[in-house]
């Protein structure tokens, strides 16, 4: 097997909807660089361009690719996320809704700016495909509203358009579906295969949604950082993975960013010229930790990083990443030191210029939800070590996609009296 379908097997593939690609310029955390921070941070303070009351319409624009980078408005682009699966569902609710708007505002209080949430629901309780094809207008317009709360705290969103697991559906309700029209058919991989469940996903109408609140489609609308195509994906009755790319193969999308099988947003055919960057789940699932964690995690995203500089020419996202409070041996301290060390082997990266294009922490909560947390849930109201180590990175990254035009390839330009690439 080549190190491509090496590669396309452990990650997740995105796609983006007309506008995706990836640099960092990163920090170490060493005593000189926490000084410069300080200072830069305080000067930024004073010439801080991209205020978030202060932010004109016409800077909220789409996120494109250049070379290895992601870019907006020709700056850097980096990666700040985190993940809050459930956003569609609570907001169908209007107890609840407020829990949407709770979450974009702590996030966002931490400097957190790309949120990845489900925009599906199959066949399932509050569903938005009752059927294929057949949707439910409020759960839709509940979708509408988190898109639009999502941009009032600027907020970028990755939106998955199906589960590869049985939860909200998914590709075995797709099965379902099927076998309910007369298929007989009697595996979940039948999904990426069968012409009639390929039908069904390829119809799914989600992007060319006209946003009720916002009145914008959502294939035009740079609140969408990318299209996921689906959650996780997996096709085990093809170790070759020659069905997967073959169910990329199919999409129509044009001009939109995508990610794990996802794309930035605009539909286009897909094709291996289309995909933007590679994304890779990190969770440690072991029953216990312990400090092997930490180093492996170091080198296995490094690993990842260079082969995805080297033969792919791509930037990689880690998309979910984080320790369960039910695994043996956890503590906040060691959760801290796993996010640290994601953040600094990204952040390194960027500082050589090279492919490690962002992270999402697995997951983001805010109060009163915790009845859905699967042992991986941060309420950042309750987490101050962990919420300071998310302002930490957040402030790093914002001096860099603030302040460090895409002038040159991995480099900057003094600006406001000090060179950024050489004192950060």
């Known amino acids: 097997m080549d190190i491509h379908k090496t590669i396309f097997l452990m990650a997740i593939l995105f796609i983006y909807s007309h506008h995706t690609n990836s640099l960092l310029l990163g920090l170490y955390q060493d005593q000189d660089s926490d000084i410069m921070l300080e200072k830069t941070s305080n000067h930024f303070s004073e010439h801080r361009i991209d205020d978030m009351d202060e932010m004109e319409d016409d800077s909220w624009a789409m996120v494109q690719k250049s070379g290895n ?42 400097g957190l700016t790309v949120c990845r949430t489900w925009a599906f629901n199959d066949g399932q309780w509050r569903a938005l495909q009752k059927k294929p094809s057949v949707y439910d207008e409020d759960v839709f317009k509940a979708l509408d509203f988190v898109v639009s709360e999502a941009k009032k705290f600027k907020i970028r969103l990755i939106l998955s358009l199906i589960n590869n697991w049985g939860g909200y559906g998914g590709k075995p309700q797709y099965v379902k579906w099927g076998n309910e029209a007369g298929l007989n058919l009697t595996n979940e991989d039948d999904f990426f295969s069968h012409p009639t469940l390929r039908s069904y996903y390829q119809s799914h109408t989600v992007l060319n949604r006209v946003n009720t609140v916002s009145n914008m489609t959502y294939k035009d609308d740079p ?16 170790p070759s993975g020659d069905k997967l790319q073959d169910f ?20 286009e055919l897909i094709s291996s010229e289309t995909i933007k960057f590679l994304v890779l789940i990190l969770l440690l699932i072991s029953p216990s930790i312990s400090d092997a964690h930490i180093s492996f995690t170091k080198s296995w995203m490094q690993s990842h990083i260079d082969d995805a500089e080297q033969y792919l ?8 990443f984080g320790v369960s409070a039910k695994d043996q041996g956890y503590n906040i301290s060691f959760r801290d030191t796993l996010i640290s060390t994601v953040y600094n082997t990204v952040l390194d990266s960027v500082r050589k210029g090279g492919s490690g294009g962002g992270s999402l ?33 957040s402030t790093r990254l914002t001096l860099f996609n603030s302040l460090c035009k895409w002038k040159c390839h991995w480099g900057c330009k003094k600006k406001h009296g000090f060179q950024y690439h050489d004192e950060l």
């Open 69 to 110: 980078q992601f870019v907006v408005n020709d700056q850097p682009f980096y990666v700040n996320g985190f993940n809050t699966y459930w956003l569609m569902v609570l907001a169908a609710d209007e107890s609840t809704r407020g829990k949407v708007t709770e979450v974009f505002r702590q996030a966002s209080a931490v």
């Open 223 to 238: 609140t969408i950082f990318a299209w996921e195509l689906m959650n996780e994906p997996r096709c085990p009755s093809d």
């Open 248 to 267: 990329m193969g199919l999409q129509h999308l044009t001009r939109f960013n995508i990610i794990q099988i996802l794309m930035l947003n605009k539909w």
């Open 313 to 320: 020419g791509m930037p990689v996202v880690f998309s979910e």
């Open 361 to 393: 922490l697995w997951q983001v909560f805010p109060d009163g939800t915790e009845y859905m947390d699967d042992g991986y849930a941060i309420v950042l109201s309750k987490s101050p070590s962990t919420s300071n180590i998310i302002s930490r990175h």
